[in-house]
């Protein structure tokens, strides 16, 4: 990726802590932007001994032909319940390139495979969802990821942007709007969030800092 570059987020928004029972959380978030892509955001939190997340999504800059990716591990004592990484469309299919990398893949039978809920209807034909039952499936789950991100920037590195007032931009500013609304829809991100901090927090959390949507300045 070229010009890495950190975003700004209040202190306050950065390291996160707070306690649901006996336990305590805490969540880190790590942002930066580089080109093609308006926000890249890393989150982790602990929850004591009940869960762990690890949360990602590259937002792009909707002037380039690039999709959305996102990966959410939602580690509980002893295994992963849930494990998703998508390469999401904003336009109304993936670019050609990037699908005919994806074909290359070679996705292995994973013995649980979850179902997307009706929300959903922002991930690819490509979205691997499924809760792995085993190291091996963790290995396998875990190369897939790294291989939707070297797609994703080996792409992103060979295209130009189009113009501000292209409607192909304009389409995928309005797509990824529509992403961010549909991912706020998770009622299983909210519940954990509004349980330790509250719902107006656990709004603005999702509305600030997790999904917000992409200015047209
Ligand atoms: C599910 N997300 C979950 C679950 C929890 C969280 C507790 C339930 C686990 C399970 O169903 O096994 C919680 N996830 C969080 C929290 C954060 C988080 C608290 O990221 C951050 C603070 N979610 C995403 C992204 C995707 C995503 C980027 O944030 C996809 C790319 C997907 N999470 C996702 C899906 C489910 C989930 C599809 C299952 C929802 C369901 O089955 O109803």
Known sequence: MRDFKPLELEPDLKNIFGKLGGDDLLIVNELHKARGFRKLHLETAVLGS????????FFPDPLFDLPIFGVDLVAVPGSISAAIVDLSPVGNTLPVFIK??????????FKSVRKIPEWGDIFSPYVQFISPINSV?????????????????????SITPDSFDDPITIERYRKQIYYCSQ???????RNVLAKIFGTDWANKYL????FDCPLRT
Do not use: C, W
């Open 207 to 210: 509305d600030k800092v997790l």
């Open 137 to 157: 499936e963790n290995g396998f789950f875990l190369s897939i990821v790294d291989q939707f991100l070297m797609i994703l920037i080996n792409y992103s590195e």
């Open 183 to 189: 991912q706020k829809r998770n009622d299983k991100t």
């Open 50 to 57: 009940s869960f762990d997340i690890l949360h990602a999504v």
């Open 100 to 109: 005919k990398e994806l074909n290359k893949i070679e996705i292995p039978s």
